[in-house]
């Protein structure tokens, strides 16, 4: 059984990563003249969705123990117009801003954790009502837009990390490729959620609770306390990566990341993230990511296309993945019947 | 075992038709892009032998949620197409501040000549317009306004100035109401604000207010419509149960007027520019295609222009970019106003720089009006 699991969530990552590296190799060839093949073009996939890759890490997480959370968008909208309100109009630091934004993700986390968890209320309806709240409330800490001028903040924000390597230009001047600290900041989240998942108990309780949640607390695992941390740690990963979408963007608005939420979970899904749970990584969820920006990439630079062609492509690849999953969920489930003939048959 | 064999032959091709579906997409294309690319490339070496060259500009825009902006698009692409030796690299940005982000990058990978931009948000812009800026790719902000730290992050800014669109058609309706001999305290006039914090709102609410100062008319109410018809008319509609006493509305926008219009009509109010004889007076901005129709219907008296037809003037920024020259860092795009009947000719406004400045009143004719598309 474990290992059938296994495949499973390695086919779904493989067939991500291979999507991905097709449709970029593709785009290099085509648009080799228009700069896609420049190595600054494919950071820039991870320099505009920093903040998107941590926020659908955390959305991995609890929809690996069979969850959802809609309300990151508006979290992220009230973080960023938060730290703008506290900064510009406060006149607080960018420091007091970061642990504001960790403070606001902490709070939805807990409150929503708790409410499904303990309360057993439906994530969807709980994250929906926090998706409003956090929106309203964005609206009534100011209807207008607050820019940031805020220094330190602006240095974060601006400090390019340049690397080795880059394109020489059409003078002749090798222009080195950048990134920014926000890349390193959603790397390296990914990476620790990734190993968190793999090796430690807590990872693998997940995968359990997602699994079969009445087997889990046959195991005896404390489903309760794992799901709580589950969306504690999600909503936690909200404030962090609304705090570095706001570094992409420096300002604070209520329209701000309006559907970011759908991103989101698209990307999990795209990533190999089953809906019902159970199977995922944060990894494939990367690629998932970095596959949504890619199709954006390729329509914006083939410059004629309309931008709603991106939203098309998405569509048909997240059909393409749910059927995917669909069918070897089903796979799965048709085994697991028989091993349960089985060993009623051994009983009898 | 036959079954999992099948599932992943159906999987297969299904992988297959997806990757041929963004084949297609992409290659499809392609055929346009690298004939256009070609010829850039081709002229970019030709670049620097002088004149007859294509610029490539990268052009990204707020979304298509209205008319305007839409003619503001057809402009842009019109005025800057291939035939008049441009390459236009066009994105759409869907309202999302986030991904008008993403297409200046990419415009800046591409090495794009020139970047047009008519931004979502006013604010946030630092990052990406500092990237620009080290890759010396000039940046012509158009409409809208952005906030920098740095005004030197862009080249040049073009739009409107809404402050002056409402100086002068305050002082159309000052002059009108003294050519008609109505004394200027008998205006009783209702603002019907655009959303609250847009800027266009800002400069013709300003405009007004300046205006009933300086001529002491009696500002009844003002109440934001949001730019919208159907609120426009709840607006109106509520102002006219309080039973206060009306003769002039001023809308800001064309969608708000034609809402006043309705809850007049059906509050059994004749509507028209004769507020001697009773007839109430809706003033409008934009000068759609259906707001100066209303116009020569006597339904509006006076549309002050919002010109959405930013190509020609990009056009001739960058020639002159291209020329060496520079270009005003701020600067207005001309706009007219319009009227049914030459009652006032010309009036003399301030603009936004404080300067004197004479407008012309057009009168709509059928011919204005075809010549509108949007």
Known sequence: ?????????????????????????????????KG???????????????????????????????????????????????????????????????????????????????????????????????????????????????????????????????????????????????????????????????????????????FAIGGNEQSAVLMGLNVKSTKMKAYVLDGFLAGLGGFLFCLNSCAGFVEQAKGLEMDAISAAVIGGTLLSGGVGTVVGTLFGVLITG??????????????????????????????????????????????????????? | MKKKLFSLLLTATMAVGALAGCGQATSGGKSTSSSSSSSSSASSSASKGGSGKSVTIGFSQVGAESDWRTASTKSMKGTLSSKNGYTMIFDDAQQKQENQIKALRNFIQQDVDYIALDPVTESGWDTVLKEAKDAGIPVIIVDRMVKVSDDSLYTAWVGSDFKAEGNKACEWLKQYADKKGIKQSDINIVDIQGTIGASAQIGRTEGLNDAVKANGWNLVAQQTG???????????????????????????????AFGAIDALEAAGKKVGSDIKNGEIMVMSFDSTNAGLTDVKNGKIALDTECNPLYGPRVDEMIKKLEAGQKVPHLQYIDEAMFAKDNTIPTVTAKNAKGEDTKYDVTVVTDDVIKGRSY
Not at chain 1, 26 to 32: D, E, L, V
């Open chain 1, 1 to 33: 059984m474990k290992k059938a699991k296994l495949s499973k969530t390695g086919f779904l990552l493989l067939i991500t990563i291979v999507m991905f590296a097709v449709m970029y190799i593709a785009g290099m060839i085509i648009f080799q003249d």
């Open chain 1, 36 to 206: 896609f093949a420049k190595p600054q073009m494919f950071l820039n996939l991870f320099i505009s969705n920093a903040g998107l890759i941590v926020i659908a890490c955390g959305l991995t997480i609890v929809m690996i123990t069979g969850g959802i959370d809609i309300s990151v968008g508006s979290v992220t909208a009230l973080v960023c117009m938060s730290a703008a309100d506290v900064m510009e109009n406060k006149g607080m630091s960018a420091v007091f801003a970061l642990f504001l934004a960790l403070i606001i993700g902490l709070a939805f986390g807990v409150v929503q954790g708790y409410l499904v968890t303990y309360l057993k209320i439906q994530p969807f309806i709980i994250t929906l009502a926090g998706m409003f709240f956090g929106r309203g409330l964005t609206a009534v800490i100011s209807t207008k837009m607050i820019s940031i001028k805020n220094k330190m903040f602006l240095a974060w924000a601006n400090e390019k990390m340049y690397l080795p390597f880059g394109y020489t230009n059409r003078h002749g001047v090798l222009v080195h490729a950048y990134i920014y600290p926000t890349v390193v900041i959603a790397l390296v989240v990914v990476v620790l959620i990734q190993i968190m998942l793999k090796f430690s108990k807590f990872g693998r309780a997940l």
């Open chain 1, 294 to 348: 890619t199709i954006q990439s390729l329509i914006t630079t083939q410059g004629t296309l309309s931008s709603w062609w991106v939203r098309i492509v998405l569509s048909i690849m997240l059909c393409f993945f749910i059927v995917l999953q669909a069918i070897i969920g089903g796979a799965g489930l048709k085994k697991k019947d028989k091993g349960k003939e089985k060993t009623a048959k051994a009983t009898t």
């Open chain 2, 226 to 256: 949001e730019f919208t018809q159907a609120k426009g008319q709840e607006v109106m509609e509520s102002i006219l149960k309080s039973g206060k006493k009306i003769n002039v509305v001023y809308c800001e926008n064309d969608n708000e």
